[in-house]
Structures are given as structure tokens and as C-alpha cells.
């Protein structure tokens, strides 16, 4: 099936023109190209149509969990017919493994799995191994960590025909090597249950249930059913049922991994009691048989991932198999803000081996423990072949690789231009600032305010209190679910300014904001380079009111190169609104990034503050528990702006208790 792109709008401004480059330019057998789009000019649509006409399997790398579901929701609309897929990490917290020889402290794992989104890692690998091309997968760097062998995981996938001769026996085995477990009661993802000689399965992820009826040796029938009644709802010739799990593997492989396994440990205790440490000695000999043994009896253990070489049939040393294996040779990769995505990538290798090293010297795990990683920064190269680079403020690892095939998307759907970069004295600063936000305030327009370090936004925000201003600040020391909320509170009016540091840089959609002040913009460095300065400022694109001032005591190069490159931008923006005839309209913002998954799971926000007011301690403690179980359903939907308002809504009962 090819793409069918769906929507309402068709490619403005210079859209056209950057879609027709990028395609000439892959057609022409370039590899890699770069789309370098200022905020607002609807990259995310350029993008769409560049798959709609490559019509290739598709991955979307994002560099968080938000943006990517952003993505998400954004694609899942232009393709409504076609396979869109979201692949990010399913930990809603992990803790990893560790060990800190300074201090003797060993950190056991921990982890919280959000099962939803195991369910959706498990449909993308499904919607890749169907064969179907018409794929988008919108992920994270969490692609480029370590899964199972796609062909363990095809060969683990049973496919079942009407008419098939298979023993019931068999059949029952084949679902437990998939990691299917058998219930007795009602089913649910990843169960099996038999009555007679009729087994109802209900699929790994999705709502899918199946019942295959069999008739001695033969599958008579196979129907889909509804998992809670049983009703049939559609009869079928044939189904796939995927494995439960990622890590899948065969029974032959499980027992060869086994036999190297103990003959590695054997290895790694006489290295130790070689080298007079009989601690770390018997501490991996305890550790290796226990999982050993969990594995002979059920097929995986806690930590089976630092086995995966074992299971995979690698080498020592090899590069672990991860998503991008399970597409085709000819997969289009759209690397998504590629100046923050791109840097995230090198990094993870490193970071990953430093921690693994100390758990191999005293040892916690075997050596084969260093092959479970994330992928090197060159393998991760050697894997990837036709690339778009999308970015307002291209690196120069993008461009060097691109060979000058960079394509410039300046002219915003609305006609807005790029907000005017303003050089004002530092001295009085504060007063001059305070009075460009009661103009704004006045209008009932937004102000963001940069800083260069945390305590200086803390002590400006406190300073502006005081003056009556109603501002809030934000950086990484504050929670993650309160920063989305102070995000919709600025949006929603109940304050006027945001302080903030780099956060305000990448990934923030706010119309509401006219003005941006850059303190300290004569400070070189990495929050106040071209590129940094260049993001900041977009925070104001979206405002027909927009403008950018720059605090400082002197002009740098990096502040003139910055305003030269706004000029050249807003000169072609205007130029082309005259040649059009056309008005700059107030940006709209594209979609609430929380509520883009469009789960079963969603909460509607206005309940939150609807709930009668409990009386009794019991009717406080059941209520504590409702807005519990809520708020974790409502962050499992990655809708935090509920789970934020459950939280307070407890807060508020436990203080009843007291």
C-alpha cells in the first residue's frame, strides 16, 4: 500500500520549493540532505510530503519522549490509512544498575514499566516483520539501545491458516515459547486460555483476541472475538500472533546460550581467583548460576539483557541488534532537531560503558555484559542510508555530511516574519525589561526571559514578585510534570513572564509570547552561540507583535552574526508577503503534545476540579486512591497537565487528614 498523505492544506510559501529540492536531491543519489526550516514554517508538513513521495518505510528520530509524541500525533493525522508507529523507552522511571567502588555501594536496578507504551514498541516491531512499506515510526534514541534478534523474534511469530494441521499440544507449546502466558480467568495482553479444544488468545499488544477452534490435529476455525465477552465479531482465514516480548528467543539458542554462559563463568571466576580476588570470585559464580537457573526454568531472568550476546549467536565485541534492523536496507531516516538529536547519539555509547565497566571488574556481571549497549556512534552511521536533517539551526556535522545539499524553508504559512533582534544596554536593564513587560502585560501578551544560570532566574523571579509582576520560572531542577504545567499556565494567562535557561530553547510552542529578553547576550559561550541565540528568538516567531532584545554591554560577533542572518530572513519574508499580498496572521498552536497518543487512557482535565468534596475519612482515603490510580493512568498517556492537576487535587485530600 503507498502513502496516502491526508490533509486540508496544501504546501505554501516555499514549501513547494524545498520539497521539490529534497526530492530531486535524493533522486539524484545523494544520501544526505539537510532541511533547514526557521520555527513556525511547518516543517513537520515538508517532511510529510517528502515520505508521501519517497513512499518508503520511515523513521522519525526525536531526541525526547514529548517532541516524538508530538511527531506522533502530527503524522498520525497526515497518514490516517497508513502505519504510524511511536517507539520510545517504556520506563516511566529507571534506576540502572551500578556499582560505586569509592564507596563499596551497589545500586540494584529499578525500574517502572508503562505498559502502554511497552504495547506500542511491540506493535512497531510487529507493523515492520508484516512486510507492510507504508510505515512511519516516530521514535527516540531509545531505537539505537539493544532488542532482540529480529529473526528470532519473525521466528517467533505464529501465523495460523483455517485448514492448518497443527496438534493442539504443539500449538499450546508455541505460545508459551512466545512468552504467552495461560490464565484461567478473563484475558489480557499477552494471555492464552483453553477450554477443550479451543484456545482464545489475546494478542501482545492492541485489543486484538483471538479463538482458533480445532478439530483433532486440524485448525477448523479462527474468529476474532471480543475479550471481555467472548462474542465473535469476524471470521478469519488466517492471523499472526507476535511475541510477547522483545527479547524473544528459540529453545535451541536458549540452550547453546546456556552451555557458553557456563563456560564464561567458569572463565571469569578463575581470572579472579587468579588474580587473589576469591570475593568477586564467588559473587559472579552466585550471581550467574541464579540467573542461570531462572532462565532454564522460565525463559528469561531479571537483567536477561546482559545475556543478549549469548541468545543474539554474537561475537564478543559485536554491535547489539536494535529497530533499525528491522527495516528494509531502503528506509528513509528524518532525524528531527538534528543539532540536539545528532550530539545525543555520540553520547550515549560512553556513558553506557563507564557504568558497565565497574560491574564486569568486581564482578557483578560477566564480561558479556558490555555487548548489551547503545550503538556506537559510527555503527549507528554504517546502518543509516538516505537521511533528511531537520533543524532550525543546522550543525556543522549535518551540513559537512549533507555536501552543501542544504535547503533553506523561510517563508512561514502565516506570513509571520521573524521577530527583530534589538541591542539594548545592560545598564538598567531590569527597569527597561520591566517596562516592555507592562506593554506587553497591557495587551495581555507573553514575555520569555533567559538567563545564563539557574539562581540568577530564581533571584529575578523573586524580584519581579515583589514589583507585583506575575512571572514563574523554570529550569532542570524543577519536575518534569510541573514544567508542562507552568508551560499551560503561561498559556492559559495566569502569569504574565517565564524565566528560564536553556530549557526555552527547543521544542515550545507559544503563540501567546510577543517579547523575548536575552540577558547577558554579549556572554560567548554555549547557551548565548549563533545557534542558541537563533532558538531563543524563535520563541517569539509565532507572534505578529514579536521582538527580541538583547542585553549587553558590548556587540559580539556572535550577536552581529545573529542579527545579519535575522535581517537576511526577514528581508526574503517581507519580499515575498508584498509579492503575495499578504497580511501576517497570529499563529495557532499545532496540538497539545500530551494528549497526541490518543489512548484509551486519556482524563478529561475538567473532571479533575468537578469531584464533590468527600466528608468521611474513609470517603477521603477512597478518593486519594481514585485521583491516584487517575494520575498515573493520565502519565501513562503522557497527558501531564492531568496528572499535575490529580496530584494537587491529593495534596489537597491528605491535608484533610491531618
Excluded: W
Excluded at 491 to 512: H, Q
Amino acid at each position: 500500500m503507498d502513502f496516502q498523505l491526508t490533509s486540508q492544506y496544501a504546501p505554501t510559501g516555499d514549501q513547494p520549493q524545498a520539497i521539490q529540492e529534497i526530492l530531486e536531491s535524493f533522486t539524484a543519489g545523494v544520501n544526505c540532505c539537510t532541511l533547514q526550516g526557521v520555527t513556525g514554517s511547518g516543517k513537520t508538513f515538508t517532511m510529510a510530503n517528502v515520505i508521501a513521495a519517497l513512499n518508503r518505510p520511515t523513521l522519525v528520530l526525536s531526541h525526547n519522549k514529548t517532541l516524538a509524541a508530538q511527531l506522533y500525533g502530527e503524522f498520525s493525522n497526515f497518514f490516517p490509512n497508513n502505519a504510524v508507529e511511536y517507539f520510545v523507552s517504556y520506563y516511566d522511571y529507571y534506576q540502572p544498575e551500578a556499582y560505586l567502588p569509592a564507596t563499596d555501594t551497589y545500586i540494584e536496578k529499578d525500574l517502572s514499566i508503562n505498559d502502554q507504551i511497552e504495547k506500542m514498541r511491540l506493535a512497531t516491531t510487529a507493523s515492520l516483520l508484516s512486510g507492510r512499506r507504508d510505515i512511519v515510526v516516530v521514535s527516540s534514541v531509545s531505537c539505537l539501545y539493544g532488542i532482540g534478534n529480529p529473526a528470532d523474534f519473525h521466528a517467533n511469530t505464529i501465523t495460523l491458516k483455517v485448514g492448518e494441521i497443527i496438534s493442539h499440544k504443539q500449538m499450546l507449546y508455541r505460545l508459551v515459547e512466545a512468552l504467552y502466558t495461560r490464565t484461567e480467568i478473563e484475558l489480557s495482553p499477552a494471555t492464552f486460555r483453553v477450554k477443550g479444544e479451543t484456545i482464545d488468545v489475546m494478542s501482545a499488544f492492541g485489543n486484538s483476541c483471538y479463538r482458533i477452534l480445532f478439530f483433532d490435529d486440524e485448525i477448523e476455525a479462527i474468529y476474532s472475538i471480543d475479550p471481555l465477552s467472548g462474542a465473535r465479531l469476524e471470521t478469519l482465514t488466517e492471523v499472526s500472533i507476535y511475541p510477547a516480548n522483545l527479547f524473544v528467543t528459540t529453545k535451541e539458542r536458549i540452550d547453546k546460550a546456556v552451555s557458553q554462559i557456563y563456560i564464561d563463568m567458569g572463565k571469569q571466576v578463575a581470572f579472579f581467583e587468579r588474580e587473589g580476588r576469591p570475593t568477586e570470585a564467588k559473587r559472579i559464580q552466585q550471581r550467574t548460576e541464579y540467573d542461570l537457573e531462572m532462565i532454564k526454568e522460565l525463559g528469561y531472568c531479571p537483567g536477561i539483557e546482559n545475556y543478549s550476546r549469548y541468545f543474539d549467536g554474537r561475537s564478543a565485541g559485536t554491535r547489539p541488534f536494535c529497530l533499525l534492523d528491522y527495516f528494509p536496507e531502503d528506509f528513509l531516516l528524518i532525524v528531527d532537531e538534528s543539532h540536539v538529536t545528532i550530539p545525543q547519539v555520540r553520547a550515549m555509547f560512553g556513558g553506557d560503558r563507564a557504568r558497565k565497566e565497574n560491574l564486569v571488574e568486581y564482578g557483578f556481571r560477566l564480561p558479556a555484559a558490555r555487548d548489551n549497549r547503545p550503538l556506537r556512534f559510527e555503527e549507528f552511521e554504517a546502518l543509516t542510508g538516505t537521511t533528511l536533517y531537520v533543524s532550525a539551526t543546522p550543525a556543522d556535522y549535518e551540513i559537512a555530511r549533507s555536501d552543501g545539499a542544504v535547503i533553506e524553508q523561510i517563508i512561514r504559512p502565516t506570513a509571520l516574519i521573524d521577530p527583530p533582534l534589538e541591542v539594548r544596554s545592560s545598564e538598567n536593564q531590569i527597569i527597561d525589561l520591566i517596562e516592555q513587560i507592562t506593554l506587553r502585560t497591557e495587551r495581555d501578551e507573553k514575555v520569555i526571559v533567559t538567563t545564563l544560570t539557574k539562581r540568577s532566574a530564581e533571584e529575578l523571579a523573586a524580584y519581579f514578585e515583589k514589583m507585583s509582576i506575575r512571572c514563574r520560572y523554570i529550569h532542570s531542577d524543577v519536575d518534569t510534570l510541573e514544567r508542562v504545567q507552568i508551560l499551560e499556565d503561561l498559556r492559559a494567562g495566569l502569569f504574565d513572564v517565564l524565566i528560564g535557561v536553556n530549557l526555552l530553547r527547543e521544542g515550545l510552542d507559544l503563540p501567546e509570547v510577543s517579547l523575548v529578553a536575552i540577558i547577558d547576550a554579549d556572554m560567548e559561550g554555549m547557551l548565548r552561540n549563533v545557534r542558541a541565540i537563533t532558538q531563543i528568538a524563535g520563541r517569539a516567531a509565532r507572534h505578529e507583535n514579536g521582538l527580541v532584545i538583547m542585553y549587553a554591554g558590548k556587540v559580539t560577533k556572535t550577536m552581529r552574526e545573529s542579527i545579519e542572518q535575522s535581517n537576511r530572513r526577514r528581508y526574503k519574508q517581507i519580499r515575498y508577503n508584498m509579492e503575495h499580498n499578504l497580511m501576517p496572521r497570529q499563529a495557532n498552536k499545532s496540538g497539545n503534545a500530551q494528549n497526541l497518543l490518543n489512548t484509551d487512557n486519556q482524563i478529561d482535565v475538567a473532571t479533575v476540579t468537578e469531584t464533590i468534596q468527600p466528608q468521611t475519612t474513609e470517603e477521603i482515603r477512597a478518593e486519594i486512591a481514585r485521583a491516584q490510580a487517575d494520575m498515573e493512568r493520565a502519565a501513562k498517556s503522557l497527558d501531564f497537565l492531568a496528572a499535575a492537576r490529580f496530584r494537587d487535587r491529593i495534596q489537597e485530600l491528605e491535608k484533610l487528614l491531618h
